[in-house]
């Protein structure tokens, strides 16, 4: 059972940037492919990025391609979601979810996904 806890989030402006964490304990880190997900009031939980146990398989949803930048820590058992150039449509709170993966695939699916952690809020303020 792997329990995942996120951090980082807060109040931004427009053009800031957040690093979000994930960490993640109770077992085997590597193996584990990694994604972050967002749903913002109202709207559907959405696929922001994913990587796979060793950052060997890494996807970004195109709202932030090139805006956003996922890495993992193994050492760490830990994921970071850097963020940049942040907009207000960003806001949303951000989760980050694990599933089994040790063949380093990823998915964009949340279906796919079996841990959730409990979501850090990101507010983006024009």
């Known amino acids: 059972q792997v329990q995942l806890v996120e951090s980082g989030g807060g109040l931004a402006q427009t053009g800031d940037s957040l690093r979000l964490s994930c960490a993640a304990s109770g077992g085997t880190f590597s193996g584990y492919a990694i994604s972050w997900f967002r749903q913002a009031p109202g709207k559907e939980r959405e696929f922001a990025a994913a990587i796979s146990w060793s950052g060997l398989t890494i996807y970004y949803a195109d709202s932030v391609k090139g805006r956003f930048t996922i890495s993992r820590d193994n050492a760490k058992n830990t994921v970071y979601l850097r963020m940049n150039s942040l907009k207000p449509e960003d806001t949303a709170v951000y989760y980050c979810?694990?599933?089994?993966?040790?063949?380093?695939?990823?998915?964009?699916?949340?279906?796919?996904?079996?841990?959730w952690g409990q979501g850090t809020q990101v507010t983006v303020s024009s």
């Open positions: 979810a694990a599933r089994w993966a040790p063949n380093n695939s990823a998915s964009v699916y949340s279906t796919s996904y079996n841990y």
